[in-house]
């Protein structure tokens, strides 16, 4: 299939005036809350300075309520929203500077500030608190919010000066279950649970909605049912859309213990058990017990070691991944029990759709050869990418161009000429140019950063693993 649609010059240059506009748009309206942080973080002073009487803390807060009541009233905001505010506008300009300088440049969003701001507080030293900031900004230049998020999360787990292990004790120690009621008779209920739980429950739940909406799971979540099921006869139509469903499976589940065939539109073949599925990464160092890296919850966050090494060592099997030290790039995966081994090695490469920005994961995207198969394109990992449908169809059916470089970049083209390269998901949080030099020799040092691609390294982690569980 060979893409039709075309733009004239005069297209194009109107095209091009409308983004420029937008992107002059953002620059403003970043450099504009710099302005308002600073002002605020200036009204913070302000209070302070007035706040010189001893007394109960109600009592000395009360230059900074005032403050807050003062421009709230102005405003027509809320004094507590205002007070929220200066807050966050004194942790951005004191706490992150150099953040607080991209936004008045223009350089970075006001999205892209909150995320580095939300998960860098938790770093309470100031040099890895920098560090952090400096690495994540470089992310932020070039990906968009939601990609800076999981990257974000993950380097503020590394820098934190408590190990992940030891805070996931105390926050798993706060897990709860609690109901917010709304209007209209209906009600929240909210469960804060362990991450590779509360990912696991929603991949049930979404396997059950799509078994019930009678579709694949690679196509579209679709707004209605289909008059036909994957299991035979044809149904009636059922109304419900892909979160109805999700909310009465997860209802039937809790209340009788299964997805119901009557509550399910009779699609899901009794007795029939759907296992939850979440992805881990591991660093064989971890497993070994000479680095604290972090496991990841892939996609997502940073677990504990501990459930990593019992999730894995109950796993079916698994995939060893080769990895740039430096850029992060994926070499080469191999696995104790090969099977489509292009697939894997694509889905651990990838992690979700490669058009710039789009994060909908592998399990829901198609197999796209960069360069089609008609125009003599190979079926290797350097040509096939995973693209979601819309961005797929959009590929085929638009002036959009995209190649493929050899670490994995895709580089898109627009109709108008503007390039945008999208990286694999897993070289996103490598930001060093240094040279890693050779790798060391397993076992010449307990500080090691990386073992040769040797057997007995992946032994010892899987002995590791299953003594662990």
């Known amino acids: ?45 302000i209070a302070r300075d007035q706040d010189d009487a001893p007394g109960p803390s109600e009592i000395r807060d009360i230059p900074i309520r005032s403050m807050a009541a003062q421009i709230g009233a102005a405003l027509r905001v809320s004094d507590r929203t205002v007070q929220r505010h200066l807050s966050d506008a004194v942790v951005l300009t004191t706490r992150f500077p150099a953040t607080h300088a991209a936004l008045a440049a223009g350089t970075v969003s006001v999205a892209h500030a909150r995320v580095v701001v939300e998960h860098g507080q938790a770093i309470d030293d100031d040099d890895p608190r920098a560090a952090y900031e400096a ?114 499976v997860f209802a039937d589940l809790l209340l009788t213990g299964h997805a119901t065939p009557e509550s399910s539109n009779a699609s899901i073949p009794e007795g029939e058990a759907i296992v939850a599925h979440v992805q881990l990464t591991v660093p064989v160092l971890t497993v070994l017990g000479v680095d604290t890296t972090p496991a990841e919850l892939t996609g997502h966050a940073p677990i504990d070691t501990a459930t990593a090494l019992r999730l894995a060592a109950t796993a079916p099997g698994w995939d060893r991944v080769l990895t740039h030290p430096v850029t992060g790039t994926v070499l080469a995966v191999d696995r104790y029990r090969p099977s489509d ?62 190649r493929q470089a050899a670490d994995g970049v895709l580089h898109w083209t627009s109709p108008t000429g503007r390039t945008y390269p999208d990286r694999p998901a897993r070289t996103l949080v490598f930001t060093s140019d240094a040279d890693p030099g050779p790798a060391p020799r397993p076992g010449s040092s307990p500080n090691s950063t990386r073992p040769s691609d040797d057997a007995t390294v992946v032994d010892a982690a899987v002995a590791a693993v299953l003594a662990a569980h």
């Open 1 to 45: 299939m060979t893409n039709t649609a075309t733009i004239t010059g005069d297209q194009a240059t109107c095209v091009d005036a409308v983004v420029d506009e937008l992107v002059e748009i953002q620059r403003r309206r970043a450099a504009l809350y710099a302005e308002e942080a600073a002002i605020l973080a200036r009204a913070v002073e």
């Open 135 to 248: 690495a994540v900004l470089e992310i932020a230049r070039r990906e968009t919010s939601g990609r800076l998020k999981p990257a974000a999360r993950l380097l503020a787990a590394r820098l934190h000066a408590i190990p992940l292990d030891g805070r996931h004790v105390e926050a798993a120690s706060r897990r709860s279950v609690w109901v917010r009621d709304l209007e209209d008779g209906m009600a929240e209920l909210v469960a804060t649970l362990p991450a590779h739980l509360a990912h696991g429950i929603r991949d049930r739940l979404d396997q059950y909605a799509r078994r019930a909406m009678g579709v694949h799971q690679n196509a579209g979540t679709g707004g209605e049912l289909p008059d036909e099921t994957l299991f035979g006869e044809p149904t009636a139509r059922d109304r419900r859309g892909v979160e109805e469903i999700r909310a009465d």
């Open 341 to 402: 081994q292009l697939k894997r090695a694509l889905r651990v490469r990838d992690e979700h759709c490669r058009f710039p920005g789009c994060r909908v994961p592998v399990r829901r995207c198609d197999i796209d050869h960069t360069t089609a198969r008609e125009h003599d394109g190979p079926t290797e990992l350097g040509n096939l990418a995973h693209l979601c449908r819309r961005h797929h169809t959009l590929k085929h059916h638009s002036a959009w161009r995209v």
